[in-house]
Nanobody
C-alpha cells in the first residue's frame, strides 16, 4: 500500500525558512516522479514543485528562486526547502506521486507565514 507522510510544517515569520519532508513507502520510490502541492483557504490546490526520477525539477513561478525540491532515493524521502517565505505561502502542503495512473497523496502539513 502506497503511503506518503509529510512533516516539517509550522509557523514562521515572513522571510524565514522551513524544510518539508515527505516519507514514501509501498512504492519503488526511485522510479517515480514526486511533487509538492499546496492549498490555501478558499483556493484551489496548486502544483508548487516537482522532481522526476532522473532529478529534473520544475517550479511554479511564484516560488522560483525561493524553494528547492530534492529527493533522497536511498531514504525514500522528498524535500521542499522553502526560503524567504511570504504570507502568501501560507497553505497546507501536500506530497503526491502517481503510479499506474493512480494519484497518491499525503495528509498534508500546515505552513503558516505570519508575524
Amino acid at each position: 500500500q502506497v503511503q506518503l507522510v509529510e512533516s516539517g510544517g509550522g509557523l514562521v515569520q515572513p522571510g524565514g525558512s522551513l524544510r518539508l519532508s515527505c516519507a514514501a513507502s509501498g512504492i519503488t520510490f526511485s522510479i517515480y516522479a514526486m511533487a509538492w502541492y499546496r492549498q490555501a483557504p478558499g483556493k484551489q490546490r496548486e502544483l508548487v514543485a516537482s522532481v522526476t526520477s532522473g532529478g529534473s525539477r520544475n517550479y511554479v513561478d511564484s516560488v522560483k528562486c525561493r524553494f528547492t525540491v530534492s529527493r533522497d532515493n536511498a531514504k525514500n524521502l522528498v524535500y521542499l526547502q522553502m526560503n524567504s517565505l511570504k504570507p502568501e505561502d501560507t497553505a497546507v502542503y501536500y506530497c503526491k506521486t502517481e503510479r499506474f495512473g493512480i494519484s497518491y497523496w499525503g495528509q498534508g502539513t500546515q505552513v503558516t507565514v505570519s508575524t
